[in-house]
Each structure stands twice: as structure tokens, then as C-alpha cells.
């Protein structure tokens, strides 16, 4: 009765804890409610409705779409900022801001002013 009990599955927790958001869980049910995978030692995230997330997963559903390709907005594996473009409301990869009738790339993304 004085073992403390994981916040997923609650039974009791026997070997190692696994202590994050201010709550004890086995280290294996420490998951990504997306893909489900272990987060024991890998970086982690929670949104606003106490969630835990992978940080891909957590881009992949939270970050700001493109108004061309439809993707993500998001930091390249490995990364952890990325650059995106807002005009007129929307938001845009860089790769992707490109004017619509010509299809150029403005030329301040060149490096040109």
C-alpha cells in the first residue's frame, strides 16, 4: 500500500519511477499519445490539456500549416527552430513563398535587396 502508483495504468510501481509533469509513472507507460512510443529519456512535451507529446508529434499536430503544400510548419529533424513566412494572414514554408503568377521567389529571400 506504500508503493506509489503509475498515472497511466495505476498499479503500483515496483522497480524504477519515472517522475515528469509532477506525476510517477512506469518508465514504459511514459508514452506519446500519438504514436504510442516510450518517452523514457527522450525529449518530451505537454499541451494545454496535459498531454504528452513526442516533439515531432507535437509539431506534426500543433504547428501553423502552409497555405501552399498544406504541410507543417516545422524544425527539421534534428532542429529545434525553423523559419516560416506570414503575408497577408497566411503562413508559408520558405521553399514554398513564391508569387503566384510567376512562381518567382521574391528577391529579399535571395539575399538580394
Keep these: 500500500n506504500?508503493?506509489?502508483?503509475?498515472?497511466?495504468?495505476?498499479?503500483?510501481?515496483?522497480?524504477?519511477?519515472?517522475?515528469?509533469?509532477?506525476?510517477?509513472?512506469?518508465?514504459?507507460?511514459f508514452t506519446c499519445v500519438m504514436c504510442h512510443r516510450s518517452l523514457d529519456g527522450i525529449p518530451f512535451t505537454v499541451d494545454a490539456g496535459g498531454l504528452i507529446h513526442c516533439i515531432e508529434d507535437f509539431h506534426k499536430k500543433f504547428a501553423p500549416r502552409c497555405s501552399v503544400c498544406k504541410e507543417p510548419i516545422m524544425p527539421a529533424p534534428g532542429q529545434e527552430e525553423t523559419v516560416r513566412i506570414v503575408a497577408l494572414d497566411r503562413d508559408f514554408h520558405v521553399h514554398c513563398y513564391r508569387c503566384e503568377v510567376c512562381r518567382q521567389r521574391p528577391h529579399t529571400l535571395h539575399g538580394r535587396h
Aim: aromatic share 4%; hydrophobic share 30%.
Design 2 to 29: 506504500t508503493l506509489e502508483q503509475c498515472s497511466v495504468c495505476s498499479k503500483p510501481i515496483m522497480e524504477r519511477i519515472l517522475r515528469a509533469t509532477g506525476k510517477a509513472y512506469h518508465p514504459h507507460c
